[in-house]
Nanobody, 121 residues
Framework: QVQLAESGGGLVQAGGSLRLSCTAS????????MGWFRQAPGKEREFVAA????????DYADSVKGRFTISRDNPKNTVYLQMSSLKPEDTAVYYC??????????????WGQGTQVTVSS
């Protein structure tokens, strides 16, 4: 089993920045993907960003391209989501996700407990 521990959420004004962190522990393998989803009140959980651990390939939702950056720290088994130019519509609970591949991320994997991000206008 893999455990995912998130941190870094909070309240920020529109236009501000936040960085989320997610550290994986437990059974880990060299080949997997990690990423982020979010869920706003009354909406379905949606994909935000993902990173392939072995290749470094990244993928982003159109709504966050150019504003969010996903990165990793290999020795720490940690993935980060740097969020800039935040908008009120970015307000959501952000969940860390680990899956065998980027392509499988919506269907398979482990979830973190979630961290709240609130962007005030």
């Amino acid at each position: 089993q893999v455990q995912l521990a998130e941190s870094g959420g909070g309240l920020v004004q529109a236009g501000g920045s936040l960085r989320l962190s997610c550290t994986a522990s437990g059974r880990t393998f060299n080949s997997y993907a990690m990423g982020w989803f979010r869920q706003a009140p009354g909406k379905e959980r949606e994909f935000v960003a993902a990173l392939s651990w072995s290749s470094g390939v990244t993928d982003y939702a159109d709504s966050v391209k150019g504003r969010f950056t996903i990165s990793r720290d290999n020795p720490k088994n940690t993935v980060y989501l740097q969020m800039s130019s935040l908008k009120p519509e970015d307000t959501a609970v952000y969940y860390c996700r680990r899956s065998p591949t980027i392509a499988s991320m919506s269907r398979l994997g482990s979830w973190g407990q979630g961290t709240q991000v609130t962007v005030s206008s």
